[in-house]
């Protein structure tokens, strides 16, 4: 599947629209159509319920060490500022960008790559912005603009090396030591992505990625506040408040799910790298000597939810974090993957990361922002030995009651977001196939192939003709599943084509009432992936489908 066709399929049938499109659209941000608000909401539904409401806390799921409970909570999008200088996010959370003087165009340092090119006795980094099979399509391009040269006169161009990414020219030139011992970047013979003459980017810079507000009508500087970046320190922050406000024992697992901001340098790849998104966060607190285990227990857990919801074989995967790649607090992570059609060949794309947080969160919101230090993690302290970033004081230890034990609970985070969730729902379920239309001429079908739980639409109901009384036995039945689950009503056009767009949506079932339904009472049922049809009575409808929805 190429995702143009996905992106035109999720335009054309209300599933995502660029935001503010009459305005010319925000680059980074997204709304959900008709069909997508559902889909999102299933997908949503489906994480919470799984993993908050239908979770037996009596007893250990397969592979959990033990028995644990799970609660949730909503938190406010901007919280106190001392939450994300204690958290890191102030000092750390940045991506390095260079911007072009030419084309005044703002890059992420790594996501910029290029390629060494000689022609006309002249060697250049060419650089570009495209990813995957299109990238040395727009090399060769710009080569040849730059070069003067034509198509036809391709093969003047010599390239040199592989396609490389910017920063790794910083061993070749791109970068040297400047006189006071810090970087100096070197791109003078480097072509910017948009640029026509070299040595227009300038020298990498860091970019906080949190969205800053004013709080209050009078408000300035100090009165600066944060969009949350993320969804779990709120979490950390009411870690004492849901201990002292409901009876739950460690390990238990506070959920979370709610929109998210970061003034991402490069928004792409549809809704993939968005700057308002929405993520559904866990914050499971265990006691540290059962931590591994139960980090285990979640990588596994987390896995298996999307496998469960349609996501298979090659497309998804499990990947550990080398030590390098850990972050400053983690101890251990996993990232759950998948292979988005967007990138290259073996490439994967980050769906969820769970990570071994250790005590970092608490001790950070008790004692203040900390720092690694050798092995171990000890406040940051300003040039004048005091605490960089003042925690809370509050004491956020936990007492087990039984075992009279006073401890740090050690975290794990099954860190998920919802519309990449969504998006890889998409691209699996996309499906073409051929099926002979009325005329019984074979024609090109295109379905989604979604999960049942996650269809917008669970079942669209058809009268065959709009006559002889059959509307008004399909409003019946219409109105008989409406209780139960979204449904359709649709009785414009031939009945092939009412199918053709309930299967461009992924509705896995689709109900009709024909000339038998007037004889005996039964009406048929069309399933979306196998085109199989059975038929039931027509006030069985409700309870069939919902037996095969499992509701
Ligand atoms: N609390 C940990 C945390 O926020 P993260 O890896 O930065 O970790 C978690 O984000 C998940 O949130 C990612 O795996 C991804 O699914 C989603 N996410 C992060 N940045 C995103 C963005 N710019 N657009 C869409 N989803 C994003």
Redesign the pocket.
């Known amino acids: 599947m190429e995702m143009d066709q996905l992106v035109a399929l999720c335009k054309r049938r209300g599933f995502l629209f660029q935001s503010s499109e009459i305005y010319g659209g925000l680059q ?1 941000f997204w709304d959900y159509g008709p069909m997508g608000v559902e889909l999102k909401r299933n997908v949503r539904e489906a994480w919470w319920r799984d993993m908050v409401t239908s979770h037996n806390e009596l007893v250990p799921p397969p592979g959990a060490p033990s028995c644990y409970e799970m609660v949730g909570l909503d938190c406010a999008i901007i919280m106190h500022p001392q939450v994300w200088k204690c958290s890191g996010h102030y000092d750390l959370f940045h991506d390095l960008m260079v911007d072009c003087r030419e084309s005044k165009r703002r890059y992420r340092y790594d996501q910029i790559q290029g390629r060494w090119v000689e022609a006309k006795g002249q060697t250049i980094f060419v650089c570009t912005e495209s990813q995957g099979p299109e990238a040395m399509e727009d090399l060769q391009h710009k080569a040849l603009r730059f070069f003067n040269l034509r198509s036809k006169e391709a093969d003047e161009l010599r390239w040199q090396g592989p396609i490389v990414s910017l920063p790794t020219l910083e061993g070749e030139g791109g970068k040297g030591q400047g006189e006071g011992g810090g970087p100096v970047y070197d791109f003078s013979r480097v072509l910017g992505p948009d640029a026509k003459t070299l040595g227009t980017l300038t020298a990498p810079r860091e970019f906080n990625l949190m969205f800053k507000t004013i709080v209050g009508a009078l408000g300035g500087e100090e009165d600066a506040a944060f969009l949350r ?4 320190q709120g979490i950390f922050v009411n870690f004492k408040n849901v201990l002292d406000s409901t009876r739950v024992r460690v390990p238990f697992g506070v959920a979370q799910l709610g929109k ?1 901001f ?1 003034n ?1 340098i490069t ?1 792409r790849n549809f ?5 308002e ?1 929405e ?1 559904m ?1 866990i914050e499971f607190f265990c006691h540290p000597e059962h931590s591994r285990a139960w980090y285990q227990y979640w990588r596994d857990r987390r896995y298996r939810w999307y496998t469960d919801l349609g996501l298979a074989g090659q497309r998804l995967r499990l990947r550990d974090h080398s030590p390098e790649e850990l972050s400053h607090y983690s101890c251990g992570t996993a ?1 759950i993957e998948y292979a988005f059609p967007f990138l290259a060949a073996g490439d994967f794309g ?4 769970v ?1 071994h947080r250790g005590d970092f969160d608490l001790r950070s919101h008790s004692e203040g922002k900390l720092v690694r230090q050798g092995e171990t993690l000890v406040v940051e302290q300003d040039p004048q030995g005091k605490p960089k970033h003042r925690g809370s004081g509050k004491d956020l230890s936990y007492f087990d009651d039984l075992t009279k034990e006073r401890y740090l609970p050690h975290v794990i ?1 099954p ?3 919802a ?3 969504t998006l890889a729902f998409l691209c699996e379920a996309y499906c073409e196939d051929e099926q002979p239309d009325e005329s019984g001429k074979p024609t090109k079908r295109v379905f989604l192939r979604l999960h049942p739980r996650l269809a917008p639409i669970k079942a669209a109901v058809f009268p065959l003709v709009k006559k002889d009384g059959m509307p008004e036995i399909a409003k019946e039945i219409y109105a008989s599943l409406k209780p139960h689950f979204t449904a359709f009503y649709d009785e414009k056009g031939a009945v092939g084509r009412r199918y053709r767009r309930q299967d461009e949506v992924g509705t896995p079932f689709c109900i009709t009432v024909d000339g038998q339904t007037l004889a005996d009472g039964t009406v048929t049922i069309r399933d979306r992936d196998t085109l199989r049809q059975w038929r039931v009575k027509k006030e069985d409808c409700a309870a069939e489908i919902r037996g095969r929805l499992g509701i």
Do not use: C, I, K, M
């Open positions: 980074g970046p993320e969804t779990a998210s970061r991402e928004p809704t993939f790298r968005s700057r998104f993520q966060e990232d980050e769906l969820e990361g990570a985070e860190s998920a977001g519309d990449r969730a």
